[in-house]
Structure formats: C-alpha cells, structure tokens
C-alpha cells in the first residue's frame, strides 16, 4: 500500500510540474537617456517578481528568470539613476523572450545632458572605452584613479611611493598626462600652466564618479588643453532615486588605510537631492619615507524638473605627501659599487647618501629631512545648468571656480646667501657666504571661467548637432620665503626670494553634427577654434628673469563616418588636427642657447571596426561578445619629447623634435559567458618614432644648461616613454552567487628615458599578475555587506615603471650616464569591507 501511495504521489508531482516550474524568461534592460536608448544597455539593474528580488542584469543588460509560477505576474525593473518599468509577463512552460525593458530617466531632462556634449559615441567614429560606476568600484580599494584604469587599452602607470597612493601617473599611446584632456564634468582639470591633472589633489574621486569616458587620440573637441594621445572625460553627475548611507573601508600593506563616507537623500518631493562624501586615504608608502596624508570631500545639491535640471556641486582634497619625486639612483637596484662610486664622484651622491643607498636598496629615498613634503588644497565648486528648449533642443551650461593653494618645503645645505638675496656675513676677519636653510615654493592660483554647450536633436534621431564653447581665466603667483637659516643675515620670517605671476586666458568654440545620411552610413563632423594669451613676469628661484608673452590661435577640424555591416558590425574612420601650446616649464626651463618652444600640430587618422553580439546562443541569456580593432597614425609636427630630465619639482624637461609619428594597432576583445564568467583582453602593438633625430647632451655647471650637438648623422629613433607593446588581460568567475574572483594580468614591453633608444638608458620590459575577490552580502538588516581583497603584483616581481636620464658631456668625447628608476611595490595587498545602507 505505501508503495502505492508514493508511486501515486509521484505520479501526480510529475503531472503536476509544469503547473509550478515554468519558464525560463528573459530580456534585457536599455536605458533612454538623451535620445539614444538602443545603444545603452544597463548593467546592475535590480529585478523584481511580483516585488521579490529574482536577479540582476548583467554587463549588456541582459537578466533570465529561472522559474516563472503559472499565473500573471508583475516584472519591474529598478536602478537608482533611472525610473522604475512595470511590465506584465505569465508563466508559461516554453522559455519566453521579452521585448527590450526601457528605463527613462527621471525628467526629459537629464545629468548626461550636461556631459554628452563632450563625450564620443558609435556615430562620432573614434575610439574611447566607457566605464560605468560598477566597473571603476571593482577595483577601487583606494589607490589613485590611474591605477582604476590600468586594464585600459593602451595604458601604462606608475607611483612615485611604489604602491598606487600619492603621486602617480597615466600615459596613454605613451603620452604623458600633460598630453591628457582631463574635465570634470565638462569643466576643465588640467593645470592651464603645467598641462597636468594632479589627481593626487582630488584623493577618492573614484567613489564619486558615476561614468568616465576614455577617449584615444585627438577625439571630440574638449574644453581645456588639446588631447594629444587621450582625453578622460568624468561625470559625478549622478542623482539617485533612493536614499543611501554607504562606507567603504581598506587596510592593506605599508599602513594603508581608505575610509569614506557616502550618503544622499534620493529624490525629495520628485524635485530635489543631496549628495554628499567624506574620505581620508594614508599610506606610508612602499618607498622609505615616501608617506601620503590625503583628505577630501565631495557635495551636491540639485534642483530637476521636467525640462531643468540645477545642480551646485563643490569637492575639494588637501595632500600632504612626503617627496618621492628624486627616485633611487641605478646602483641602488643594481647593487653595483664601482658605479656608486661614480655618483659620488660626480657629485651625484654623498658619501653618506651612498651608504645609505646600500642600506635601504630598492627602497632608498634620499630626503632625511622631517619635513621634506609637499603640501597642496584644491577647492572645486561647479553650478551646472541643463534647460530643454522643447522637444529638440537643450542647454547646458556652467560656471566654475577652482582655487589652489600650497607649497613644498624643503631643506637645502651649502646654498650661497646671494642666491636667496641675503648679504654674506661677516665675523671678525671672517666672511660667511653660504648657509643651510629651509625654504617653500608657494603655487597660489585661482581657474575660474563658464562653459556652454546648444545640444540639438530632433525627434527622428538623424541629425544630432552641438554648438559649444568656454571661457576660462587662470591667475597663478609662484613664490619662495625662506623659513629658517642658519645664517638669516638680514633675512626676515617668511621673506620671499623670489615671485612670479602668470595669467593664462583660454576660450574656445566648436560646432559638432552627426548625420545618418542612410539607414548603414553616418558622417561625422567638428570644427573648434581655440584661442590662448599666456602671460608671465617676474624671476624664477635663480634670478632669472622668465617674462613671457606668448598667444596661440588655434583652428581643429575634425571629420569621420560609420558604416553600419548589420548583426553589431561597424566600420568607422576618422581625420583629426589637435594643436596646443607649450607648458610653463617648456619656457621657463629651456637650455641657455636653446630656441623658444613651438606649439605642436597633430593630425590623427584612426579606423576601426567594431562587433557586439548579446544574441549568439552559447553566450547564454546574460552573455555578450565585443570586439574592436582600432589603427591609428599620429602625425606630429613640433612635438615636445620628454628629454629625459626633471627640474627641481620633478617635472620633465621636454624638447621639440620637427617630424615624429606614432602609429599602431588597438585589439580589444570582451566575452561573457551569462555573466558567470568572462575575459577582456586588450593589446596594442606600436611604433613610436622621431625622423631625423641627432643625440643631444649637456654640459652642466652650477647656473646654466648649455647645449651641444654632436656630430652623429641624424637617425630614426623611438620616442621616449613610448612602449611598444602594452597589454592587460581580466579573467573573472562567479564560482557561488555574490562571489567574483578575477586575475588581472598586465604587460609593458621596453621604455627608453631619453630619445636615443640606447638600452642603457631604459625600462627594462615587465610584467604583474594581480588578483582580486569580491563577495556581496544581502543581509535583511542592510541593503549589502561587500567584502573585497585585492592582491597586487602576485608573483613578486621587482620591477621599475618609471625614471629619468641625463648625460653630461665630460672629458674629450666621453659621455657621463646617471639614470635614476621609481621601484614599483613587490607583492602587496589591501583588504576592504564596505557597508550599503
């Protein structure tokens, strides 16, 4: 009888199962936002059945619900950033494929509005990579933006300290950041004088940012400096629907330590958000006394409606790091004596500073004095504007301030008292002319200006066109006092010894369209007009006297076409002119004898082809495949080449060269497998070369550079800091829900430090594994518990990302070599645990 029953009870389950385990469904997730929906899917988006949690989409914006009850069910679709969507779907024992689920943005008008006008999309035929706020927050434990974007196309960094906190750098085609167009928000971050963007000014903008553009090559016509290898273009415009309280917390190795605070209101009374962040970052740095103190916040408030959008956003961070610029000579890596003894011969070294370079090694810095540090604060406020002006055109405009203030200390032995405008002192029958003495570089700058942009787009969507342009005034003092003396002779607490005043005024204006002449072509089309009147007065810390007038008018055209091949599959090319000027220190540090710097022309032709497919069935319903081949041919005239020095502050000297190209191959490949697994992987194969290039040295004394050419026949040779092959490889899983473990492997062929391509005077090639784990918690008390560690250089290599190079000319034909190398940390790790709310 029991065997009947159960025979029974089995049977009627087995009849019974297709009443209760239907399905599976699927669908995906797009976003309209600004017009352009078909192009935007949207990752991280919740999924909710009849108001249970059921999933989330993936990277394409693609979700599968497993099982679907018999009956009539509510699907809704929810993500801060945008409206909830209902849709109505019943369970049914076949799989079921939805159309496309599309969240709106809470008003017509839109946050993205007032950074569209600045940002590359599939119609304007150039390369760029977009990286979500999801992406940068998998890797962000802390360390400097650079380091968040290092699994980029074509990109090299590196940390003066070794470990990712404090001063580090981006290049891009091996273009320095004073070659990068960096803008928040549309309103420019580079430095108008230097050309650099200090990100070390801003600590923690990562966990602001809620997109960031990468564009490669001149690409769109930008506010600021001209993109001369890349332009970084941030958004932090984001508006949250919900209220949230979040924290995220790291330690990790060499005392590292992140925590932030984040919190806003979501929408109140559908009209109004606030927004706002606290962090501290410390790390003592894997560089002996190369510590970083970093602090800073970030606030918004905003005001929306249907057709406007007010938002009045101030951040600001204040570092205090200890200088690491100077690096460790060659022997401290290569433990040789014999060289050693040649820095101390040369006055490279002292007897004392070779010991200790024997002593700490790799890690040698060769500050000892307590207070050696930079000291910098960076107050940023921003009122951005969006109107809608009917249903085809909007305005986005802003005005913006950033006020800069701080200065390096530094301690200074045997320095003549004439120099610091001090009279000798007299003892007795004794005359003093030189003095130990500490002393700080004061920068005291004030960037203020409004940038505009008319987007037009009507409802067809096959004409989009911008009218756009800035106005920007910088006003920067740079200063010297004298602190202490031992000898203060006639000096005063805090007298100056030097001052200069720069005033820098840059405006611009640009007109950019799109057409879709057919259903497969589109053209592209921007034209910009820049002009820069860039003066200086005043002396520099050696009396020198660097008066400046300079002005540059500047005309970029720009052109391109898509040509769409169906099924994903698109063809693009394009032709660019960027022109910039040079920075402060191309005039104020050039050789005696040297010429004036020029400004520098690039024409940049770039052509690719682009495939995505979400639909191929071994990629399962969360799957994609993405592919893109980018050539590109960089035409330089005048470009300004690192000539592997720095000047006192660490900057790099730089020289132009008449005619110098770059030209290469971008690869980038991404494949998900329903979001379980997935493997991006990018290479770039290039070469980077100066024509006609003769080797130049220096023969240096105590005042002047004097330069001197020798008699070799001019040559092609690679262009310093340039690799020729950089790659970057994630591999990631989600072995059990929550879990997600990536290797993260990244490889840099050679750089040479100067223009001569000798290999003595190079970055040996190297290669890192990193790893990283992330597990997510949804308990029912907060909305996620995250637990992350991220292992960085897993196999413990000692290798070096950066340095600099001189050579003086000495006795007869015989040259004199000094290189000095920035170690980069040997295996390391931060450890996070962050909260949500």
């Not at 505009?452 to 409802?459: F, G, I, V």
């Not at 992350?788 to 413990?796: A, F, K, R």
Request: glycine content about 10%; aromatic content about 10%; overall charge neutral.
């Amino acid at each position: 009888m029991k065997t009947v029953l159960l025979a029974g009870a089995a049977l009627c389950v087995l009849v019974a199962a297709p009443a209760w385990a239907q399905g599976p469904v699927s669908g995906t997730v797009l976003a309209d936002v600004l017009h352009i929906s078909e192009t935007n899917p949207v990752a991280n988006a919740t999924i909710l059945l009849d108001g249970n949690v059921v999933g989330t989409t993936g990277a394409t914006g693609g979700f599968a619900i497993a099982v679907v009850p018999p009956g009539t069910h509510e699907l809704r679709v929810i993500r801060d950033d945008f409206a909830s969507s209902s849709v109505t779907i019943k369970g049914s024992a076949e799989p079921q494929k939805l159309g496309d689920v599309v969240l709106a943005a809470f008003a017509v008008v839109t946050p993205e509005a007032l950074v569209t006008a600045s940002r590359a999309n599939d119609r304007t035929a150039t390369a760029y990579t977009n990286l979500s706020k999801q992406d940068l927050a998998k890797q962000n434990f802390g360390q400097d933006l650079p380091y968040l974007l290092n699994q980029t196309p074509s990109v090299v960094v590196n940390s003066d300290a070794g470990a990712g906190v404090g001063y580090t750098d981006i290049r891009i085609r091996g273009t320095s950041n004073t070659g990068i167009n960096t803008t928040i928000n549309g309103v420019p971050l580079n430095d108008p004088e230097s050309h650099g963007a200090f990100l070390i000014n801003l600590p923690d903008l990562a966990s602001s940012i809620n997109s960031l553009q990468i564009q490669r090559g001149v690409g769109t016509s930008q506010n600021g400096g001209a993109a001369f290898g890349a332009s970084i273009n941030v958004s932090t415009l984001d508006n949250r629907r919900e209220a949230y309280a979040e924290t995220q917390n790291t330690y990790g190795s060499y005392q590292t330590w992140k925590n932030n605070v984040s919190f806003g209101t979501g929408l109140i009374n559908g009209h109004f958000t606030v927004d706002g962040r606290l962090s501290r970052i410390a790390s003592d740095g894997y560089m002996n006394r190369a510590a970083s103190d970093l602090k800073s916040y970030y606030f918004a408030a905003g005001y929306q409606a249907k057709n406007t959008l007010l938002k009045f956003i101030t951040f600001s961070g204040r570092e205090k790091t200890y200088q690491a610029w100077n690096g460790v000579p060659e022997p401290a890596l290569s433990g040789d004596r014999a060289r050693l003894q040649t820095f101390i011969n040369n006055g490279e070294l002292t007897e004392a500073d070779a010991a200790r370079v024997l002593q700490e090694g790799r890690r040698y810095s060769s500050y000892t004095y307590g207070n050696q540090t930079d000291n910098y604060q960076q107050n940023h406020y921003q009122l951005h504007l969006s109107q809608g002006l009917g249903q085809r055109w909007n305005l986005a405009g802003a005005l913006h301030l950033t006020r800069g203030f701080g200065y390096y200390e530094s301690y200074r032995t045997n320095k003549k008292l004439a120099d610091y405008g001090l009279n000798n002192v007299v003892l007795g029958s004794t005359t003093i002319k030189r003095t130990d003495l500490v002393d700080r570089k004061w920068l005291d700058n004030n960037f203020y200006g409004g940038t505009m942009a008319l987007n037009y787009q009507p409802t067809d969507g096959k004409l989009q066109a911008t009218l756009g342009g800035a106005w920007n005034r910088y006003d920067g003092d740079h200063y010297g006092e004298i602190i202490w003396a031992q000898y203060a002779s006639n000096g005063q607490l805090g007298q100056r010894y030097y001052f200069n005043n720069a005033v820098k005024t840059d405006y611009n204006a640009y007109a950019r369209a799109t057409w879709q002449v057919l259903p497969i072509l589109g053209i592209y089309g921007d034209v910009q007009v820049r002009h820069i009147d860039y003066r200086i007065d005043g002396l520099e810390p050696k009396k020198q006297d660097v008066t400046t007038r300079a002005k540059y008018t500047f005309f970029n055209p720009k052109a391109g076409a898509t040509l769409s091949l169906g099924q994903g599959q698109q063809l693009y090319g394009s032709f660019a002119v960027g022109q910039r000027e040079p920075v402060r220190s191309d005039f104020t540090d050039r050789p005696v004898g040297d010429q004036s710097a020029q400004a520098e022309r690039l024409e940049d032709f770039e052509g690719g082809y682009r495939l995505t497919r979400t639909d191929l069935p071994f990629l399962g319903p969360n799957g994609a495949l993405r592919l893109e081949a980018n050539g590109f041919y960089m035409n330089y005239r005048n470009q300004l080449v690192a000539t592997g020095q720095l000047n006192d502050v660490g900057t790099a000297l730089r020289t132009n060269v008449a005619r110098s190209y770059r030209r290469g191959v971008e690869l980038s490949a991404f494949l998900s497998l329903n979001d379980k697994i997935s493997l991006s992987s990018t290479l770039t194969l290039s070469q980077n070369r100066i024509l006609n290039y003769r080797d130049v040295s220096y023969s240096y004394d105590t005042v002047t550079y004097v330069v001197t050419t020798n008699a070799a026949e001019a040559r092609t040779s690679t262009i310093s800091y340039s690799p020729g092959v950089v790659s970057a490889h994630t591999l990631e899983g989600q072995p059990l829900k929550g879990l997600r473990v990536a290797l993260l492997l990244k490889t840099v062929s050679r750089q040479y430090l100067d223009n001569s391509q000798n290999d003595y005077r190079s970055i040996n090639p190297y290669q890192t594994l990193d790893f990283r784990l992330r597990y997510a918690l949804h308990p029912r008390f907060m909305k996620e518990i995250e637990l992350g560690l991220l292992v960085n250089n897993l196999l413990n290599r000692e290798y070096v990302a950066n340095g600099y190079t001189y050579t003086y000319q000495g006795d007869g034909a015989q040259q004199r070599t000094f290189n000095w190398f920035y170690p980069q940390a040997t295996r390391n790790y931060l450890a996070s645990v962050g909260l949500k709310f």
